[in-house]
Protein backbone atom coordinates (compact mmCIF):
# COMPACT_ATOMS: atom_id res chain seq x y z
CA UNK A 1 0.00 0.00 0.00
CA UNK A 2 0.99 3.45 -1.34
CA UNK A 3 1.20 6.54 1.20
CA UNK A 4 1.19 10.18 0.58
CA UNK A 5 5.03 12.20 1.48
CA UNK A 6 4.12 15.23 3.35
CA UNK A 7 5.12 18.33 2.46
CA UNK A 8 7.94 20.04 4.60
CA UNK A 9 7.63 23.23 6.71
CA UNK A 10 8.42 26.23 4.91
CA UNK A 11 11.90 27.36 3.94
CA UNK A 12 11.04 30.67 5.70
CA UNK A 13 10.59 29.24 9.40
CA UNK A 14 14.77 28.05 9.17
CA UNK A 15 16.17 31.67 8.34
CA UNK A 16 16.99 34.25 10.35
CA UNK A 17 14.15 35.72 11.62
CA UNK A 18 14.15 37.31 15.21
CA UNK A 19 10.08 37.68 15.14
CA UNK A 20 10.07 33.36 14.30
CA UNK A 21 12.50 33.08 16.92
CA UNK A 22 10.49 35.22 19.98
CA UNK A 23 7.25 33.05 18.75
CA UNK A 24 9.66 29.57 19.22
CA UNK A 25 11.08 30.13 22.57
CA UNK A 26 7.90 31.13 23.91
CA UNK A 27 5.62 28.48 21.95
CA UNK A 28 7.85 25.34 22.10
CA UNK A 29 10.71 25.81 24.55
CA UNK A 30 9.02 27.39 27.20
CA UNK A 31 6.51 25.31 27.15
CA UNK A 32 7.62 21.68 26.78
CA UNK A 33 10.47 20.20 29.45
CA UNK A 34 13.90 21.41 28.93
CA UNK A 35 17.04 19.07 30.17
CA UNK A 36 18.81 20.87 32.16
CA UNK A 37 22.11 18.58 33.90
CA UNK A 38 22.22 16.10 36.32
CA UNK A 39 21.34 14.94 40.19
CA UNK A 40 25.21 14.18 40.56
CA UNK A 41 25.75 17.84 39.87
CA UNK A 42 24.33 19.13 43.16
CA UNK A 43 25.25 16.88 46.12
CA UNK A 44 24.74 19.22 48.74
CA UNK A 45 23.11 21.69 49.98
CA UNK A 46 23.66 24.84 48.30
CA UNK A 47 25.15 23.80 45.25
CA UNK A 48 24.05 25.05 42.36
CA UNK A 49 23.89 24.42 37.99
CA UNK A 50 23.25 27.31 35.41
CA UNK A 51 22.38 27.31 31.99
CA UNK A 52 20.73 29.63 29.16
CA UNK A 53 18.03 27.56 27.13
CA UNK A 54 16.80 28.35 24.44
CA UNK A 55 17.25 32.27 25.52
CA UNK A 56 16.00 31.30 28.90
CA UNK A 57 19.07 32.00 31.67
CA UNK A 58 18.08 29.20 34.59
CA UNK A 59 19.52 28.29 37.86
CA UNK A 60 18.85 25.14 39.60
CA UNK A 61 19.73 24.82 43.32
CA UNK A 62 19.36 21.87 46.37
CA UNK A 63 17.69 23.65 49.30
CA UNK A 64 17.93 23.02 52.51
CA UNK A 65 15.30 20.11 52.81
CA UNK A 66 17.23 18.47 49.64
CA UNK A 67 14.62 19.01 47.16
CA UNK A 68 15.91 21.13 43.43
CA UNK A 69 14.61 24.62 43.40
CA UNK A 70 14.42 26.13 39.99
CA UNK A 71 14.24 30.16 39.37
CA UNK A 72 15.07 32.26 36.43
CA UNK A 73 18.58 33.53 36.99
CA UNK A 74 17.30 37.10 37.31
CA UNK A 75 17.56 39.68 39.46
CA UNK A 76 14.71 41.17 40.56
CA UNK A 77 15.99 44.51 40.75
CA UNK A 78 17.51 45.24 37.40
CA UNK A 79 18.05 42.16 36.16
CA UNK A 80 21.45 41.47 37.18
CA UNK A 81 23.06 37.34 37.13
CA UNK A 82 22.30 35.33 40.30
CA UNK A 83 25.42 33.23 39.58
CA UNK A 84 28.75 32.87 37.76
CA UNK A 85 29.61 29.81 35.28
CA UNK A 86 28.40 26.96 34.96
CA UNK A 87 28.25 25.43 38.18
CA UNK A 88 28.75 26.11 41.89
CA UNK A 89 27.80 26.29 45.96
CA UNK A 90 26.27 29.45 47.84
CA UNK A 91 26.39 29.48 51.51
CA UNK A 92 22.74 29.53 51.90
CA UNK A 93 21.95 32.63 49.92
CA UNK A 94 21.78 33.40 46.16
CA UNK A 95 23.16 36.83 45.77
CA UNK A 96 22.91 39.32 43.06
CA UNK A 97 26.13 39.94 41.17
CA UNK A 98 25.16 43.33 40.50
CA UNK A 99 23.92 44.97 43.27
CA UNK A 100 24.07 42.42 45.96
CA UNK A 101 20.63 41.43 46.73
CA UNK A 102 20.13 38.19 48.18
CA UNK A 103 17.49 35.62 48.24
CA UNK A 104 16.94 32.72 49.80
CA UNK A 105 17.36 29.03 48.06
CA UNK A 106 13.36 29.14 48.13
CA UNK A 107 13.53 32.19 46.00
CA UNK A 108 12.22 35.04 48.80
CA UNK A 109 14.31 37.95 48.79
CA UNK A 110 16.36 38.18 52.01
CA UNK A 111 17.79 41.52 51.97
CA UNK A 112 17.46 44.65 49.51
CA UNK A 113 21.73 45.80 49.98
CA UNK A 114 21.57 49.50 51.35
CA UNK A 115 18.21 50.03 48.95
CA UNK A 116 17.24 53.11 51.36
CA UNK A 117 14.01 54.05 52.57
CA UNK A 118 10.51 53.42 50.87
CA UNK A 119 7.08 53.70 51.71
CA UNK A 120 5.77 51.53 48.59
CA UNK A 121 8.32 48.40 48.64
CA UNK A 122 7.41 44.97 49.85
CA UNK A 123 10.61 42.71 49.72
CA UNK A 124 8.02 40.09 50.13
CA UNK A 125 6.33 40.87 46.48
CA UNK A 126 10.01 40.45 44.73
CA UNK A 127 11.05 36.87 45.03
CA UNK A 128 13.01 35.18 42.49
CA UNK A 129 10.97 34.16 39.02
CA UNK A 130 10.42 30.32 39.93
CA UNK A 131 10.44 27.53 37.25
CA UNK A 132 9.27 24.21 37.25
CA UNK A 133 11.98 21.43 38.29
CA UNK A 134 11.57 17.73 38.09
CA UNK A 135 13.82 14.86 38.02
CA UNK A 136 13.38 11.43 36.22
CA UNK A 137 16.33 8.93 36.54
CA UNK A 138 18.76 11.85 37.82
CA UNK A 139 18.57 13.92 34.96
CA UNK A 140 17.25 17.28 35.66
CA UNK A 141 14.39 18.93 33.59
CA UNK A 142 13.13 22.09 33.77
CA UNK A 143 9.47 23.89 32.61
CA UNK A 144 9.07 27.86 32.41
CA UNK A 145 5.64 27.34 31.85
CA UNK A 146 4.18 25.48 34.98
CA UNK A 147 1.00 24.72 33.36
CA UNK A 148 2.51 21.10 31.66
CA UNK A 149 2.16 17.56 31.73
CA UNK A 150 4.32 15.96 34.32
CA UNK A 151 7.49 15.02 33.21
CA UNK A 152 7.25 11.70 33.63
CA UNK A 153 4.41 11.42 30.69
CA UNK A 154 6.70 12.74 28.14
CA UNK A 155 9.09 10.28 28.81
CA UNK A 156 6.80 7.14 29.52
CA UNK A 157 8.05 5.51 26.44
CA UNK A 158 11.46 5.66 27.34
CA UNK A 159 11.14 4.27 30.69
CA UNK A 160 9.40 1.51 29.59
CA UNK A 161 11.72 0.91 27.07
CA UNK A 162 14.39 0.86 29.77
CA UNK A 163 12.84 -2.46 31.24
CA UNK A 164 14.19 -1.17 35.05
CA UNK A 165 17.32 -0.67 33.94
CA UNK A 166 19.57 1.08 37.06
CA UNK A 167 21.27 4.49 36.40
CA UNK A 168 21.48 5.19 39.98
CA UNK A 169 25.48 4.86 39.70
CA UNK A 170 25.95 7.22 36.79
CA UNK A 171 27.50 11.02 37.07
CA UNK A 172 28.77 13.42 34.44
CA UNK A 173 31.90 12.26 33.51
CA UNK A 174 32.27 15.04 30.32
CA UNK A 175 30.53 17.40 28.69
CA UNK A 176 31.53 18.38 25.10
CA UNK A 177 29.53 21.42 23.21
CA UNK A 178 30.00 22.10 19.10
CA UNK A 179 28.59 25.39 17.67
CA UNK A 180 26.57 25.16 14.49
CA UNK A 181 25.94 27.62 12.27
CA UNK A 182 22.22 26.66 11.36
CA UNK A 183 18.95 27.12 12.90
CA UNK A 184 18.29 24.17 15.70
CA UNK A 185 15.11 22.35 13.73
CA UNK A 186 17.86 21.89 10.84
CA UNK A 187 19.84 19.97 13.21
CA UNK A 188 16.99 18.41 15.14
CA UNK A 189 15.64 16.63 11.75
CA UNK A 190 19.08 15.73 10.63
CA UNK A 191 19.33 13.67 14.12
CA UNK A 192 15.77 11.99 13.29
CA UNK A 193 16.83 10.13 10.47
CA UNK A 194 19.03 7.21 9.01
CA UNK A 195 18.23 7.94 5.48
CA UNK A 196 21.37 10.17 5.25
CA UNK A 197 23.64 7.59 6.88
CA UNK A 198 24.91 5.31 3.80
CA UNK A 199 25.49 9.64 2.17
CA UNK A 200 27.08 10.96 5.01
CA UNK A 201 28.65 8.95 7.64
CA UNK A 202 30.99 6.23 6.39
CA UNK A 203 31.96 4.73 9.29
CA UNK A 204 28.60 4.83 11.01
CA UNK A 205 27.74 2.95 7.72
CA UNK A 206 30.33 0.21 8.40
CA UNK A 207 28.77 -1.08 11.67
CA UNK A 208 24.94 -0.88 10.74
CA UNK A 209 22.90 -2.07 8.04
CA UNK A 210 21.52 1.63 7.05
CA UNK A 211 18.65 -0.36 4.60
CA UNK A 212 16.97 -1.48 7.66
CA UNK A 213 17.80 1.64 9.61
CA UNK A 214 14.08 2.34 11.28
CA UNK A 215 12.95 5.83 13.60
CA UNK A 216 9.11 4.97 14.83
CA UNK A 217 7.43 8.06 16.99
CA UNK A 218 6.23 7.10 20.45
CA UNK A 219 4.17 9.95 22.00
CA UNK A 220 6.95 12.60 22.46
CA UNK A 221 9.75 10.39 21.94
CA UNK A 222 11.34 8.84 18.47
CA UNK A 223 12.77 5.76 18.92
CA UNK A 224 15.85 4.84 16.70
CA UNK A 225 16.69 0.81 15.83
CA UNK A 226 18.92 -0.65 13.35
CA UNK A 227 20.66 -4.01 13.27
CA UNK A 228 24.09 -3.90 13.54
CA UNK A 229 27.30 -5.35 11.90
CA UNK A 230 29.48 -6.05 14.47
CA UNK A 231 28.73 -8.08 17.79
CA UNK A 232 30.20 -4.98 20.13
CA UNK A 233 30.21 -2.20 18.05
CA UNK A 234 31.81 1.21 19.16
CA UNK A 235 28.38 3.11 18.63
CA UNK A 236 25.35 0.70 19.51
CA UNK A 237 22.72 0.98 22.07
CA UNK A 238 19.22 2.69 22.17
CA UNK A 239 19.09 6.17 20.66
CA UNK A 240 16.20 7.98 21.30
CA UNK A 241 15.05 11.58 21.10
CA UNK A 242 12.46 13.57 23.14
CA UNK A 243 10.41 16.80 21.84
CA UNK A 244 12.01 19.25 21.07
CA UNK A 245 15.56 19.12 21.26
CA UNK A 246 17.17 16.21 23.68
CA UNK A 247 18.80 13.02 22.16
CA UNK A 248 19.54 10.31 24.61
CA UNK A 249 22.28 7.73 23.69
CA UNK A 250 21.97 4.65 25.55
CA UNK A 251 25.17 2.46 25.73
CA UNK A 252 26.03 -0.65 27.82
CA UNK A 253 27.67 1.60 30.41
CA UNK A 254 26.41 4.38 30.64
CA UNK A 255 24.54 7.45 27.94
CA UNK A 256 25.25 10.27 26.26
CA UNK A 257 22.82 13.20 26.41
CA UNK A 258 22.62 15.81 23.56
CA UNK A 259 21.11 18.66 24.18
CA UNK A 260 20.30 20.52 20.41
CA UNK A 261 20.50 24.00 22.48
CA UNK A 262 19.34 26.36 20.30
CA UNK A 263 21.70 30.15 20.64
CA UNK A 264 18.98 32.63 18.24
CA UNK A 265 17.55 32.45 14.96
CA UNK A 266 19.90 31.32 13.12
CA UNK A 267 22.45 29.15 15.39
CA UNK A 268 22.38 26.49 17.62
CA UNK A 269 24.93 24.28 19.88
CA UNK A 270 25.54 20.49 20.41
CA UNK A 271 25.93 19.84 23.95
CA UNK A 272 27.10 16.55 24.66
CA UNK A 273 26.73 15.40 28.15
CA UNK A 274 28.19 12.29 29.25
CA UNK A 275 27.19 10.33 32.33
CA UNK A 276 29.38 7.06 33.49
CA UNK A 277 29.18 4.48 36.35
CA UNK A 278 31.23 6.44 39.02
CA UNK A 279 34.65 6.60 38.17
CA UNK A 280 34.33 4.61 34.75
CA UNK A 281 36.36 6.70 31.89
CA UNK A 282 34.88 7.16 28.48
CA UNK A 283 36.52 5.06 25.58
CA UNK A 284 38.59 6.74 23.50
CA UNK A 285 37.02 4.95 20.55
CA UNK A 286 34.09 6.28 20.97
CA UNK A 287 35.00 9.73 21.40
CA UNK A 288 36.42 9.52 18.46
CA UNK A 289 33.61 8.13 16.78
CA UNK A 290 31.80 10.80 18.27
CA UNK A 291 34.22 13.66 16.57
CA UNK A 292 33.77 12.13 13.04
CA UNK A 293 30.10 11.52 13.02
CA UNK A 294 29.20 14.92 14.45
CA UNK A 295 31.61 16.84 12.18
CA UNK A 296 29.94 15.13 9.27
CA UNK A 297 26.74 15.95 11.01
CA UNK A 298 27.55 19.80 11.47
CA UNK A 299 28.94 19.73 7.91
CA UNK A 300 25.91 19.17 6.25
CA UNK A 301 23.62 20.80 8.81
CA UNK A 302 25.34 23.80 7.90
CA UNK A 303 25.61 23.15 4.10
CA UNK A 304 21.87 22.57 4.30
CA UNK A 305 21.31 25.80 6.35
CA UNK A 306 22.73 27.92 4.08
CA UNK A 307 21.14 26.55 1.22
CA UNK A 308 17.64 27.27 3.15
CA UNK A 309 18.98 30.85 3.24
CA UNK A 310 20.07 31.32 -0.20
CA UNK A 311 15.71 31.82 -1.58
CA UNK A 312 15.83 28.96 -4.43
CA UNK A 313 14.22 26.15 -2.12
CA UNK A 314 10.96 26.69 -0.47
CA UNK A 315 9.39 23.03 0.19
CA UNK A 316 10.03 19.49 0.08
CA UNK A 317 8.39 16.60 0.18
CA UNK A 318 9.16 13.64 2.89
CA UNK A 319 9.64 9.88 2.46
CA UNK A 320 6.88 7.83 3.79
CA UNK A 321 9.60 4.93 4.71
CA UNK A 322 12.64 6.84 6.50
CA UNK A 323 11.50 9.99 7.27
CA UNK A 324 8.03 9.65 9.20
CA UNK A 325 9.73 11.30 13.04
CA UNK A 326 10.81 14.11 10.51
CA UNK A 327 7.12 14.68 9.49
CA UNK A 328 5.99 14.09 13.18
CA UNK A 329 8.56 16.75 14.59
CA UNK A 330 7.50 19.47 11.81
CA UNK A 331 3.41 18.67 12.88
CA UNK A 332 4.86 19.40 16.39
CA UNK A 333 5.87 22.48 15.35
CA UNK A 334 3.26 23.19 13.45
CA UNK A 335 0.77 22.89 16.10
CA UNK A 336 3.12 24.61 18.64
CA UNK A 337 3.02 27.67 16.47
CA UNK A 338 -0.65 28.01 15.67
CA UNK A 339 -1.44 28.67 19.70
CA UNK A 340 -2.45 31.88 19.95
CA UNK A 341 0.72 33.07 21.97
CA UNK A 342 3.04 32.47 19.10
CA UNK A 343 0.76 33.99 16.50
CA UNK A 344 0.40 37.31 18.88
CA UNK A 345 4.43 37.36 19.26
CA UNK A 346 4.96 37.40 15.61
CA UNK A 347 2.38 40.16 15.28
CA UNK A 348 3.77 42.24 18.05
CA UNK A 349 7.52 41.57 16.17
CA UNK A 350 6.57 42.43 12.59
Known amino acids: MTVSAPTTLPAALYRNDPAQWEAERKAIFARNWQFMGHESSLPDVGMWIADTLAGYPIVVVRDKDGALRGYHNVCRHRAGPLTDGPSGKCDGLLVCRYHGWSYTLDGRLRMARDFGPSSDFDPREYGLFPVRVESWRGLIFVAVDADIAPLAEAVAPLEHRLKGRDWSDLEVAMVRNHPIAANWKTYVENYLEGYHVPSIHPSLDAEIIAEHYTVTMDGLVALHEVPMRAPDPVYGGLWAWLWPNLGVNVYSTG ?63 LSPRHEGAVAAFQAFVRQALAEPSARSTLREAS
Not at 271 to 300: C, H, N, Q
Not at 305 to 317: C, I, M, P, S, W
Request: contains cysteine; aromatic residues 4%.
Open 255 to 317: LMMERMSPTGAGSCRLDYIYLMPKGAGISPETLAMSDVVTAEDVEIAETVQRNLDAGVYEVGR
